[in-house]
C-alpha cells in the first residue's frame, strides 16, 4: 500500500492531477496552504482589511470562513460572517442554521440580510412570473445576491468581501460567458481586477481548488452539509457545462488545471481593453455600467411582471 507522500502516514485522497497521495492530516494542510499561495499570488488581502467572507451556509463557503479563520489568527476581530437570505422556501433556513452554528463557533460575528428587507420581495415571490422569465433564476437571482452582498458587507465595516467560488466554479463561468458571447465579461474574472461596479473589493481564495478537495476538506473539518439544494439550481447552462467538465476531468485527469491557467491567459490579454468606467445609477445611486444598475432594471421587471403581497417593508438598497 503506497503511504501519504508528505508523512508517510494511512494514505487517505490520491490527486489524481498530480500522483500526490495525502494522509487527512496532509490533504487539510494542503489545502490551508494552496490558498494562503493564492491569496498571495493574487495579492488578494491588504494588511489593513476587514474581511467579510460571503457564507451561503454550503460546503463551500463554510471550508472558506475556516480556512481563513486558520491562515491569519492574529486578525481573527477582522473576519466577519456575512449570508444573504433569498427568501427559499424550505432551502435557506437549514443553510443559515449551519452558518450561524459555524461562526458561532469560531467566534466570528455573523451579519445577515434578506432580499425582503433589502427589496420587498422573497426569491419564491420574484421568480413567481405571470410568463416565461427570459433569464434563469440563478442569473436573476445573482443580480439581487451581489447587492444583498454589498449591503450586508457595508453593514459589517468590511474592506474586501471573499467568495468560496472555487476552480470548478471559475472554469464554468468562463465558458459560460463564452457561450453567452460575453467576451467582454471575460476581463471581470481577472483575480486582481478591481470591478468598479461593486462598492466593496471581491476576491476568490479558492479559486485555485478543485471543487471535489473543497468538499473533502469541509467532510474531514466536520462542516455540516446542507441536506437540501436550492430547488431553482438545475436550470441553465451551468450544470451541463460543469457535467461535461467533470467527464473531462475524470478521462484526463488535470484538465481542469489547464483550463484555468488558459483561461487566466486570455482573461489577462482581454482585461487589459475591457476595464469600464462605471456611473452612478439614476435611480439608485450605486455604481453601474449605464446609468441603470442591473438591480433597478430587473426590480422594475418583477414588480411589472409579478403579482407581489407587499408588506410594510421597506423596498430599498437598490
Ligand atoms: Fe439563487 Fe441559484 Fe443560488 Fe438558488 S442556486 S440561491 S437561485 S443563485
Ligand atoms: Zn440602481
Not at 63 to 81: D, F, Q
Not at 185 to 207: C, E, H, I, Q, T
Amino acid at each position: 500500500m503506497s503511504l501519504c507522500t508528505r508523512c508517510g502516514g494511512k494514505p487517505l485522497y490520491t490527486r489524481r492531477y498530480s500522483g500526490e497521495i495525502l494522509c487527512s492530516s496532509c490533504f487539510r494542510d494542503s489545502i490551508v496552504q494552496k490558498t494562503r499561495r493564492t491569496v498571495s499570488k493574487y495579492g488578494m488581502l491588504e494588511p489593513h482589511d476587514r474581511i467579510a467572507v460571503a457564507v451561503s451556509g454550503g460546503k463551500d463557503s463554510l471550508s472558506l470562513l475556516k480556512v481563513l479563520c486558520e491562515l491569519y489568527p492574529p486578525r481573527r476581530n477582522e473576519i466577519i460572517a456575512i449570508s444573504v437570505d433569498e427568501g427559499v422556501a424550505g432551502y435557506r433556513d437549514e443553510a443559515l442554521e449551519h452558518a450561524h452554528a459555524v461562526a458561532e463557533d469560531l467566534d466570528v460575528e455573523h451579519v445577515v440580510v434578506s432580499y425582503k428587507d433589502l427589496f420587498g420581495f422573497s426569491l419564491d415571490e420574484a421568480l413567481d412570473w405571470k410568463e416565461e422569465r427570459p433569464i434563469s433564476s440563478c442569473s436573476f437571482c445573482g443580480v439581487f445576491r451581489r447587492r444583498a452582498l454589498d449591503e450586508a458587507a457595508d453593514r459589517a465595516k468590511a474592506t474586501v468581501v471573499a467568495t468560496a467560488h472555487n476552480l470548478d466554479d471559475y472554469i464554468q463561468t468562463f465558458m459560460m460567458n463564452l457561450m453567452h458571447g460575453d467576451v467582454e465579461r471575460l476581463g471581470w474574472l481577472d483575480p486582481a481586477y478591481v470591478d468598479n461596479s461593486f462598492p466593496v473589493r471581491r476576491v476568490k481564495p479558492f479559486m485555485e481548488i478543485y471543487e471535489e478537495e473543497v468538499a473533502l476538506y469541509a467532510f474531514l473539518t466536520g462542516i455540516p452539509f446542507q441536506s437540501v439544494s436550492c430547488p431553482y439550481m438545475h436550470e441553465g447552462l451551468r450544470s451541463e457545462v460543469r457535467d461535461y467538465l467533470n467527464i473531462m476531468e475524470a478521462n484526463h485527469p488535470g484538465i481542469k488545471n489547464v483550463l484555468l491557467r488558459s483561461s487566466l491567459d486570455v482573461i489577462y490579454r482581454y482585461a487589459l481593453s475591457s476595464k469600464k468606467e462605471a456611473v452612478p445609477c439614476r435611480s439608485c445611486g450605486m455604481p453601474s455600467s449605464n446609468g441603470l444598475c442591473n438591480v433597478c432594471r430587473m426590480k422594475a421587471e418583477v414588480e411589472e411582471h409579478v403579482n407581489i403581497q407587499r408588506n410594510s417593508g421597506s423596498v430599498g438598497g437598490g
